[in-house]
């Protein structure tokens, strides 16, 4: 949908206003615009492409016309119960688009190409100061409300952004700009699954040459730090899921084999790592079995580091002298633990280069209409990101 098309709704009595020209600090239209947007009434519910109502950008923030978005585990784990929302709710927070509109006080111009952030820093809070943005004390919650649907409902947004939809009115700091020409399918995955995936290989887990690594869960992030464990030389990268079809994406992404998770698994990884196990294990999936599972596939000293988000009341058992005789690290990685404002440029700057080749992880481009069934893709385990793509 072109950004003209967006259709402005004027509340009774309130005139229409024009768009701001592109140039920062305008003064914002004063009405809302109605846009499309991938929409869960409730847990479970179905989900549907909705027309929703967006207010106009206030001070300090922006309207961005939505390109590409990607359909991200956790967009599901808010409609599967897993995570708790509030609804109705636009899904959706791992996206790029193009600035359309700016409100008072924003630096941006409209026209910048953009990367959006789902946890943007406050920069002020004890964690910000110690140099840890992702820990932000600030952080978004996991639905924040804004705008109403169609039919006068309070509309909620998956992570302050709900990205699966024609256009998203967000904080100006939950933009980050990059280099325009950038394939949107690809540069849509920078602000979640590879910023994410990158960030828990060279910031959390600082995998070094010459080490091993096991990854657990192939989805969009788990290729991720294949791919991110690869050009960190680790030259034992083991990829494991419970399908067999994700073998050949797993080794597109630099997997050096690919193993099924089943009771032999882990002696499996001890055969391809001298008796061992490997210095690095990587959960992807968030449960608790599979914490478990990259536990055991550790080598003594090891470190283990959790990139999916579970459920609160998944618990992980492990025995009191395990963990004081393996002495291995158990760690969370958050967004990477990273910086999404300074890595972001830094890996639009290599997808922009090509040194960075994130096809392996789009499994297929789909217009918003079809969203829905890229849920249903995703709940079954297939393909690697599903993105929806907006014209």
């Known amino acids: ?212 690594v096991a990854v657990v869960g192939l989805g969009g992030v788990g290729l991720a730090v294949l791919s991110a464990a690869r050009r960190a030389g680790a030259t034992t990268i083991l990829a494991i899921d419970v399908a067999e079809a994700k073998r050949e994406l797993a080794l597109a992404a630099g997997a050096t084999d690919f193993l099924l998770s089943d009771d032999r698994l882990s002696k499996e990884v001890r055969a391809r790592t001298e008796s061992r196990g490997v210095d690095h294990a990587f959960e992807c999936v968030g449960r608790a079995a599979t914490i478990r599972a990259a536990w055991r596939l550790t080598r003594r000293g090891g470190a283990v580091t959790v990139v999916g988000m579970g459920a609160k009341d998944d618990m992980v058992s492990l025995g009191a002298l395990d963990i004081f005789h393996s002495a291995r690290t158990l760690r969370s990685s958050v967004y990477g633990s990273s910086d999404p404002d300074r890595e972001v440029p830094v890996l639009a700057a290599e997808l922009a280069d090509r040194a960075l080749d994130l096809g392996v992880l789009v499994s297929g481009t789909i217009p918003l209409d079809e969203a829905p069934a890229a849920f249903d893709r995703l709940a079954r385990g297939e393909g690697a990101r599903w993105v929806v793509t907006v014209d």
């Not at 609804?87 to 190409?113: D, K, N, Q, R, W």
């Not at 959006?116 to 920069?123: E, H, I, K, S, T």
């Not at 509309?155 to 980050?176: D, M, S």
């Open 1 to 212: 949908m072109k950004d003209s098309e967006l259709s402005p709704a004027a509340p009774a009595g309130r005139p229409d206003l024009s768009p701001t020209a592109p140039g920062g600090g305008a003064e914002p239209a004063s009405a809302p615009v109605i846009v499309r947007a991938l929409v869960a009434r409730g847990s479970g519910a179905e989900l549907r492409v909705e027309r929703v109502r967006l207010p106009a950008p206030g001070p300090g923030e922006v309207r961005v016309t939505i390109r590409a978005a990607g359909v991200c585990h956790s967009d599901l784990s808010m409609v599967n119960g897993t995570l708790a929302a509030r609804f109705p709710l636009a899904l959706g927070h791992e996206a790029t688009g193009v600035v359309a509109e700016v409100g008072p006080g924003s630096h941006l111009t409209v026209g910048t190409p953009v990367v959006l952030n789902w946890a943007p820093a406050c920069r002020a809070c004890w964690w910000c100061r110690r140099g840890e943005p992702w820990l932000c004390a600030d952080t978004t919650a996991p639905t924040v409300p804004r705008g109403e649907t169609d039919d006068g409902v309070p509309l909620h947004l998956t992570l302050g952004l709900g990205a699966l939809a024609e256009a998203v009115v967000v904080p100006e700091r939950a933009v980050i700009p990059i280099p325009a020409g950038l394939p949107p399918e690809q540069a849509a995955l920078l602000g979640c699954a590879v910023l994410t995936g990158v960030g828990a290989v060279r910031n959390t887990a600082r995998v070094a040459p010459g080490e091993s």
